[in-house]
């Protein structure tokens, strides 16, 4: 819409302009169809839904529909209905004055056909930008139907010197107040199933009822739900005539590749400019960190049903800066690299976010984090270097036979947490066996995250039963498996 009609500031003004009045629904399906015409996304920023959600929530709008938007914890539900505000006109006129937004040109509230009455053409208009006209609540069990359709407000009643059986005396809840708006209600399944009930006439009929007061006002509103399909069974449901009244329900699904979940996080996470400046991330590090989430989502410990978080990612990567950036600090370097070492670190990102079935309880969070963590080395090992069989024949030769009989000859290797860059370089340069290798299966690798890799080399080996691994409070000790055994330690 043209910024010329913000000079408009009567209704006189605004009919010799010509104005049409427009419903919400209209609205967006028709800024959508210039959209796509366009080729231009109408939800960006939303990453691995090309082909699925977004088509369909696409057709859910050309459609005029209600949406319910169905899906696990972390999966851009509430991104999604936000970002349906920019399918909105940039500004819509409404009766100044009016609690519900009222249209003009088609009032529906006693103030606003009061107004129109008394002063006709010359009836104040104010004009409502878009960014206003999203309303949100998160359902919770103490939600009311005072809170989301209105109440008689005794203190209106007094002022006015009016009768509880005046239209009047009425205070509108959050729904008649969203009128002409976006209305996201999260979390559906927790709103009480007589809250729920209330919800019918508005989504159907268009009328409320308050205290005995049947009002006849067509809303003019766009839903959106949002559900975790677990909360059915956890803690309530969506009563069926509710469900039988959202046009279209849509499925959301996490990312399915770690290059989508990757730049999901990139996205998010939110870093200082001096701690990005500062902290070199190996894009293998980049990789390993989201692995951990696919890995999360397939473990035994964790609930599949309840979900792994994308926030999971975005915060395990800002405590992954963070481990790398302290250090740097300790140590008194201006910069420094992320280390596999450093993923001690977004332990405390992960054990907060996943949900653990009791085999997961009884190992414990921090331990089901830990192995979580080996996995997704164990995962992505083979993409690099030769797979690693649970089973060899006796006697049979392997590409890592020079590196762990080093290992065997040795006392140990040990990494710790607060190595300068340059002592933690030359200790890993400082095992001849693991340099062949890797010149050997990847010479082309980026020079910059050749140390991460060998870090790799040493974890996936001790994911795979060749070495073993120990923690102690200073850092990491790597040691032959058997002669650890024989050794006693």
């Known amino acids: 819409m043209n910024n010329d009609y913000l000079k408009i500031k009567t209704l ?70 936000r970002l349906m505000v920019n399918l909105l006109d940039e500004w819509v006129p409404i009766v100044k004055g009016s609690e519900i937004n009222d249209d003009p040109l088609q009032p529906m509230s006693r103030f606003a056909m009061e107004l129109l009455k008394e002063k006709g053409d010359d009836t104040p208009i104010s004009w409502l930008h878009r960014e206003e006209r999203f309303s949100e609540k998160l359902a919770t069990p103490d939600v009311t139907v005072a809170d989301l359709i209105g109440d008689v407000d005794p203190i209106k009643a007094a002022n006015l010197k009016l009768s509880y059986a005046d239209d009047r005396v009425i205070h509108y809840g959050m729904i008649p107040r969203a009128n002409r708006c976006i209305f996201v209600i999260n979390e559906l399944p927790d709103l009480q199933a007589r809250i729920q009930v209330s919800l019918f006439n508005i989504l159907e009929e268009g009328d409320i009822q308050i205290r005995g007061f049947k009002l006849r006002l067509p809303l003019d509103i766009q839903f959106v739900f949002t559900a975790n399909p677990e909360d059915y069974t956890n803690r309530g449901s969506i009563v069926t005539p509710l469900k039988d009244r959202i046009g279209s329900q849509i499925l959301t699904h996490y990312p399915e590749t770690v290059e989508i979940a990757r730049k999901i996080t990139a996205q998010e996470a939110k870093l200082d400019d001096r701690q990005s ?136 290797f040990e990494l710790l947490d607060d190595f300068t860059d340059e002592e933690y370089k030359r200790a890993l340069d400082g095992i001849p066996a693991l340099n062949q290798l890797i010149k050997e299966y990847q010479p082309d690798f980026p020079k910059e995250d050749v140390y991460f890799l060998k870090e790799l080399v040493l974890w996936g080996l001790v994911s795979h039963k060749k070495l073993s691994k120990s923690r102690f409070s200073e850092g990491y000790q790597f040691k032959d498996l058997y002669g650890s055994f024989i050794s006693g330690l």
């Open 277 to 412: 400046g500062a902290v070199y991330v190996p894009e293998l590090a980049k990789d390993l960190l989201e692995q951990i989430g696919f890995e999360a989502r397939n473990s035994e410990y964790v609930d599949a049903k309840s979900g792994v978080s994308a926030r999971t990612s975005i915060t395990a990567y800002e405590n992954l800066l963070s481990t790398a950036e302290r250090r740097a600090l300790t140590t008194g370097a201006d910069s420094t690299m992320v280390r596999l070492s450093d993923f001690l670190g977004v332990i405390p990102s992960i054990t907060g976010k996943i949900e653990l079935v009791y085999e997961g309880e009884q190992e414990g969070a921090d331990s089901v984090a830990e192995i979580l963590i080996d996995d997704a080395v164990k995962s992505l090992f083979p993409e690099y270097f030769p797979k690693i069989n649970k089973l060899e024949k006796k006697d049979a030769v392997t590409p890592y036979d020079e590196l762990v009989s080093w290992f065997f000859q040795g006392e140990g």
């Open 12 to 81: 006189g003004e605004l009919k010799a302009t010509g104005y049409r009045t427009k419903s919400i629904k209209d609205e967006l399906r028709d800024n959508l169809r210039d959209n796509i015409k366009e080729g231009k996304n109408s939800f960006e920023g939303v990453w691995g839904y090309e082909n699925s959600v977004i088509p369909q929530l696409e057709r859910a709008i050309l459609s005029r529909h209600n949406i319910n938007l169905l899906g696990l914890r972390g999966q851009a539900k509430t991104r999604l209905a």
